[in-house]
C-alpha cells in the first residue's frame, strides 16, 4: 500500500518550453501533496505544499509563477515548470500525506529527473 | 528554524559489521521524526516514524530509537543490499503544517 507515482520519470525540454510533472497517489487519498527538488548529493529541498482544491503554499525563495502547481483532486498533483532554464534542471519528487488523521508520514514518488538543455 | 544533522556523512561497512547513524535535530515541538531509505535516482522510501523520546522501533536489520534531542537508526548484521543513504526528518508539532525538514542523510555502503 502506500504507493506514489510520477510521471514522467525523466524529461529533456528546450531552455524557455514548459514541462509539467504529475504525481498521482495510486492507492490512497491525500489531502496534502508536497513538491521538493534534490540536487545531485544534496538533501531533499521542500519548494511547497499543496492541499486539494486550494492554492499550494510555497516556501521562501521558490517562484510560484514559475513553478505551478495544481492539486485538482485527491490523487492528483501537478507540478508545471514554466520558461524552464538549465539552471532548473534537477531531479523533482512528489510525496503524499495519506488522509487519515493518524498518518503524519508522507510517501514519496520515484521522482522525475528534468534536464533543461 | 528547525535543523536536523545527520552523522557520519558516509559509512562503510563490512558484511555482517553492525553500526548506529545518528540524526540530532532541534524543533519547535516535535510530531514526529522519520526515517528514510533513499536508492540513487530513486525517490524516498519511508521506514520509520517515532514520536516521542523513549520509543524504539524495529523493521528486519534495522532498529530506530529516539531521545529528545536525537535519533538512532542501528543496523545489525548489514549485508550489501541495505547500502543506500538513510535519510532523517522532522515535522514539528501545531497546526495543519505537515512539512518535513530533512537532514543530508547518510551515505552507507555494505560491502560483501
Known amino acids: 500500500g502506500a504507493v506514489v507515482s510520477q510521471h514522467p520519470s525523466w524529461v529533456i525540454c528546450k531552455s524557455g518550453t514548459s514541462v509539467k510533472i504529475e504525481c498521482r497517489s495510486l492507492?490512497?487519498?491525500?489531502?496534502?501533496m508536497f513538491w521538493y527538488r534534490q540536487f545531485p548529493k544534496q538533501s531533499l529541498m521542500l519548494m511547497a505544499t499543496?492541499?486539494?482544491?486550494?492554492?499550494?503554499?510555497?516556501e521562501q525563495g521558490v517562484e510560484k509563477d514559475k513553478f505551478l502547481i495544481n492539486h485538482a483532486s485527491l490523487t492528483l498533483s501537478t507540478l508545471t515548470v514554466t520558461s524552464a532554464h538549465p539552471e532548473d534542471s534537477s531531479f523533482y519528487i512528489c510525496?503524499?500525506?495519506?488522509?487519515?488523521?493518524?498518518?503524519?508520514?508522507?510517501?514519496f514518488g520515484p521522482g522525475t529527473r528534468l534536464t533543461v538543455t | 528554524e528547525d535543523q536536523v544533522t545527520q552523522s557520519p556523512e558516509a559509512l562503510r561497512l563490512q558484511e555482517g559489521e553492525s553500526s548506529s547513524l545518528n540524526c540530532s535535530y532541534t524543533?519547535?515541538?516535535?510530531?514526529?521524526l522519520f526515517w528514510y531509505r533513499q536508492d540513487p535516482g530513486k525517490g524516498p522510501e519511508f521506514l520509520f516514524t517515532?514520536?516521542?523520546a523513549g520509543e524504539e522501533k524495529e523493521k528486519e536489520r534495522l532498529k530506530a530509537t529516539l531521545t529528545k534531542k536525537e535519533s538512532f537508526l542501528h543496523i545489525t548484521a548489514p549485508k550489501p543490499e541495505d547500502s543506500a543513504t538513510y535519510l532523517c526528518?522532522?515535522?514539528?508539532?501545531?497546526?495543519?503544517?505537515?512539512?518535513?525538514?530533512f537532514g543530508k542523510g547518510t551515505l552507507l555502503t555494505v560491502n560483501p
Open positions: 492507492d490512497f487519498q491525500a489531502t496534502t
Open positions: 524543533v519547535s515541538g516535535l510530531r514526529g
Open positions: 510525496s503524499a500525506r495519506p488522509l487519515k488523521n493518524t498518518a503524519y508520514e508522507q510517501y
Open positions: 517515532l514520536y516521542s
Open positions: 499543496s492541499n486539494e482544491g486550494s492554492k499550494a503554499t510555497y
Open positions: 526528518a522532522v515535522q514539528a508539532s501545531g497546526g495543519s503544517n505537515y512539512k518535513l525538514t
